[in-house]
């Protein structure tokens, strides 16, 4: 399939730039995956929509405050996205500019309190333009939690503030990793995860670091040649046993985001029919024609035109079902992308 099979006008007013004012207070386009038929309604309603024995599984990879600002020698200030550490306490990074940052070029980073953090060199090209830092010190937690900035999408016009260190992050956030938040998981409150939890559904936890292969463009003509960048995963020994369960006897499992897609089809071994536990890192590619053997529906945001994201839900639902309900929500006038509102695929 061709990559602009998956394009569509989206006027710029509809690009959520500010998460809506009391979280949770969303619309959400319930589409019925089988048929196409959509429905308008909000996010409180969620809960309505699940069967009382179904298991919601969630993201809960922390979003990392990765963005960071380093100085040349020429004080040249230049942007780094810091994306995964290697054992050799290498960084693998994102640059603005990345083609004059090369290699044997140091940078000097500061805390916030103006003072020298580290000194970082280049030490390492990759193909795509990512380049591997190598700090003069382990970088911990700390340093990005005191002085890094949230990264937020590019399409997201506005420098980050001090509302986005809550609202770009799920209520349930807890092992920090992720560059992007798994945004489907924004939407809910402590308030309609009671209900949820009321209604008898049961919530499992996986973790997907959210990196390149989650927000990269596709490239070229064809769909078949973008191959998706690597990102670590783990499930636990209690979900992968809820997972397989659940399963056994018959019930829906919904996966909240696609990255908790992508979490549980990777996970899933053919030959022994399970979901297995453990680390593990995946660079599965959904599109057209792929076998769902995990998922049976899916809480998400709208996504970007020409995406891996969109791709994906057009895999999980029929392309045609979802140009149709996303015509009808540009109509609507819903909010798109990360700060907007949500599609219910069931």
């Not at 810091?82 to 940078?107: I, P």
């Not at 003072?115 to 700390?142: M, Q, R, W």
């Not at 989650?214 to 960048?229: A, C, K, L, Q, Y």
Request: charged letters at 25%; aromatic letters at 12%; hydrophobic letters at 35%.
């Amino acid at each position: 399939m061709l990559v602009k099979d998956f394009s569509f006008d989206l006027p710029e007013e509809l690009i959520a730039q500010v998460p809506a004012k009391v979280r949770g207070e969303d619309r959400l386009l319930v589409i019925d995956k089988n048929t196409g038929e959509y429905k308008d309604t909000e996010m409180k309603d969620f809960p309505s929509y699940l069967d009382d024995d179904c298991l919601l599984v969630v993201n809960n990879s922390k979003v990392r405050k990765a963005r960071v600002y380093g100085l040349t020698e020429n004080n040249g200030k230049v942007e780094f996205l810091f994306l995964s550490e290697r054992e050799d306490h290498c960084w693998l990074v994102m640059t603005n500019k990345a083609k004059k940052q090369r290699v044997g070029k140091s940078y000097v980073f500061f805390n916030n309190n103006g003072n020298i953090a580290f000194h970082a060199t280049i030490v390492e090209s990759c193909p795509d333009g990512l380049k591997y830092l190598k700090p003069d010190i382990v970088i911990d937690e700390t340093f990005f939690i005191e002085s890094g900035h949230v990264p937020l999408p590019p399409y997201i016009k506005r420098e980050d503030d001090f509302q986005d260190e809550t609202r770009y992050q799920t209520i349930y956030a807890d092992k920090a990793g992720s560059v992007a938040s798994p945004t489907a998981g924004l939407h809910f409150t402590p308030e309609i995860m009671k209900k949820i939890k009321e209604k008898g559904v049961k919530i499992a936890f996986v973790t997907l670091h959210v990196g390149m292969g989650t927000f990269i463009p596709m490239r070229g003509v064809n769909i078949e040649d973008h191959h998706m960048h690597y990102e670590s995963y783990y499930v636990s020994e209690e979900a992968a046993a809820t997972i397989n369960d659940y399963r056994k006897k018959g019930k829906k499992i919904v996966a909240t985001g696609t990255t908790s897609v992508r979490t549980l089809e990777s996970a899933y071994n053919k030959k022994t029919n399970l979901v297995e536990p453990g680390y593990n890192k995946t660079n599965l590619f959904i599109s057209p024609g792929y076998k769902f053997n995990v998922v049976n529906q899916l809480l998400t945001n709208f996504h970007t035109p020409e995406s891996t994201l969109l791709v994906l839900v057009s895999s999980f639902a029929g392309k045609d079902h979802i140009m149709k309900a996303y015509k009808h929500a540009i109509e609507e006038k819903y909010r798109f992308f990360s700060y907007g509102d949500a599609t219910f695929l069931k």
